[in-house]
């Protein structure tokens, strides 16, 4: 059986390695995290498929909507006032009893 080549050695990342890998990381201006996320939710659109478009991972863009609760603010709940009158009244004509 012929012998094993060495292994070569094991070298921690250097500075410039490690420096190269912070200039790759992109910065999304506030306006374009904006607009991305509400891309998601025109009507055919998925989350998946804009991640897959933008090449981000689709868990920063839910991370991305929670920080600037989009999803809560565009979508107003409002209260309704309702009155109950008995059902023998049909001229439909608020009883107050």
């Known amino acids: 059986m012929p012998p094993k080549p060495p292994r070569p050695p094991v070298v921690a990342a250097t500075v410039a390695q ?6 790759r990381r992109r910065n999304f ?3 374009a995290k904006e607009a991305i996320i509400l891309e998601t939710m ?16 689709p868990r920063m863009l839910f991370r991305w909507k929670a920080e600037m609760a989009l999803g809560a603010s565009e979508v107003r709940t409002e209260f309704a006032t309702v009155s109950v009158v008995a059902a023998d009244n049909a001229s439909g004509v608020e009883v107050n009893s």
């Not at 490690?18 to 200039?23: G, R, W």
């Not at 025109?42 to 991972?57: D, L």
Request: no cysteine; proline share 8%; hydrophobic share 30%.
């Open 29 to 31: 201006s506030q306006a």
């Open 42 to 57: 025109k009507p055919g659109n998925t989350v998946s498929s804009v991640s897959r478009r933008y090449h981000i991972p």
């Open 18 to 23: 490690e420096k190269d890998f912070a200039v």
